[in-house]
């Protein structure tokens, strides 16, 4: 994936998540609307379209597009994203609500 067609990809997350029409690849989520919620959601789905684990941390500290391209594209012992109900994120509330 090149480094465009990921800003690409998490731009449409963004817009989906913060349900805003559009964003710059420098805003800062939270500035856009973002909160520590959303932003686990955002992470999810960053899992899901990558197949990488992530940390809510790694999300705090880069809070841009352009960021969390760069930090994707320096993950190289990403482990694989678990699937729902064995440890993902949200899998857990995702099982009690099943």
Excluded at 6 to 28: A, F, G, H, Q, R
Excluded at 56 to 76: E, K, M, N, S
């Amino acid at each position: 994936m090149t480094e465009q067609s990921t800003m690409d990809k998490i731009t449409e997350l963004w817009l989906s998540v913060l349900d805003i029409p559009s964003v710059s690849v420098d805003e800062n989520f939270f500035d856009v609307g973002g909160d520590s919620i959303l932003l686990i959601i955002l992470l999810d789905r960053l899992q899901t379209m990558t197949d990488r684990e992530l940390e809510p941390p790694d999300l705090f500290r880069h809070t841009t597009i352009r960021a969390q391209a760069d930090l994707l594209a320096g993950v190289t012992k990403a482990q694989p994203a678990r699937a729902p109900g064995r440890g993902s994120v949200l899998g857990s509330r995702r099982s009690r609500e099943a």
